[in-house]
Structures are given as C-alpha cells and as structure tokens.
C-alpha cells in the first residue's frame, strides 16, 4: 500500500488499464455488460481514492477518465498561520478568481461542445472502430474535424468557429487570472 501512496499516478495508470480492456467488451454489444460494469466501479473507486489521497475536491472525478487525476498535483500541505488581508488583494483575488473560472467554463464547455460535434463527425465519415483510434490523437483531429466536416458536407462549418476560438481563449483567460492572483504555481 505504500508504494500506492508514494505513487499516485501510476497507481491510476494501472487501474486505468485495468478497466480499458473491461469496458472494450461493451462495444460488441448493445448494452452495458457486467466486466464493463466492474471495471467502471473499480476506476471510480480508485480515481476517488487518488483524488482523495492527492488533497484535491472530490468534483475532479467527475472529469474521469477524460481529464485523469493524472494532471493534478497533489495540494496536501502544512496549515499555516493566517494574516490579515488588505481589501485591494482581496478583490484583486476575487477577480482573479472570477476571470480563472470563467476562463475554466469557456474552455470546457466549449471543448466538450467542439468534442461531442468531432466524434461526430468522425462516426459519420469513418465509423466506430477508427474513431476510438482518432480519439488516441485527440489533439491533431481536433484541428482535422472542421477540414473533414467542409470536404463531406460541401459547405463551411462556420457554426462551429465561434465554439472553436472560445476553446483557445479559454486557457487564455485562465491564464489572465492566475497573473492577477499573483499565483506562481497552482496545478
């Protein structure tokens, strides 16, 4: 157990690759079977475990598996001594705080919406199997799915540009709020 605790990551790598090959059994057939069922219990339970063990919310493993507790780090420290703040940190702080979050919904929300609109796309033009393929080079078909979209279709998908550039300004904003939190290190 300890080696567990000492590794975190690789702790959910494992199970992470337990519950693959689990859950590959489900897309042979048109329902949910029991191993897929397992696997899925057994990664929610340790991905809460990770999370848990890492000091972090419990609201992270609602982003499993696609955002892995493999990208947070671990927030455990030591409590200390509180001073008094001054009103100009404070709403410095606080908007910081308010630009961050906002910056966080933009790009997964967008993201998810970009997401959702490329599997699609990718189901329609190549099907089940090389869409889980295209999902291991999630980031270059990313940028492939409007191209791929324009050449079957015929005509621009310009109801996705919107969507598209808020995903990068997101990461933007998030940025924008860390310098006026004055943060230096947070992830």
């Known amino acids: 157990m300890g080696w567990f605790k ?7 790598v494992f199970a992470y ?7 590959a059994t489900a897309l ?9 069922l397992i696997g899925s219990g057994f990664l929610l339970g340790v991905s809460i475990w990770v999370i848990k063990q ?5 609201a ?3 982003l499993t598996p696609f955002f892995s507790p493999l990208w947070l780090g671990n927030k455990k ?4 001594a509180t001073q008094p703040v001054p009103l100009i940190q404070r709403t410095r702080t606080a908007t910081g705080r308010f630009v961050k979050i906002l910056g966080w919904i933009l790009w997964l929300g967008c993201g998810l919406f970009i997401f959702i ?12 199997w ?7 080079f999630y980031p270059v078909t990313f940028v492939a799915a409007i191209p791929i979209a324009w050449f079957r279709t015929g005509t621009f998908p310009s109801h996705i540009l919107i969507p598209y550039l808020l995903t990068y300004a997101g990461p933007a904003l998030i940025y924008a709020g860390r310098r006026m939190r004055r943060e230096e290190e947070e992830f």
Do not use: C, E, M, Y
């Open 6 to 12: 000492r590794h975190l990551n690789w702790t959910w």
């Open 17 to 23: 690759l337990i519950w693959f090959p689990l859950n």
């Open 28 to 36: 042979d057939h048109d329902f949910f079977t029991i191993p897929s």
């Open 54 to 58: 890492k000091g972090r919310r419990l």
């Open 60 to 62: 992270w493993v609602l």
């Open 77 to 80: 420290t030591q409590p200390t």
């Open 117 to 128: 609109w490329s599997l699609d796309v990718f189901f329609d033009a190549f099907g089940t």
């Open 130 to 136: 090389i869409t889980i393929l295209l999902f291991v």
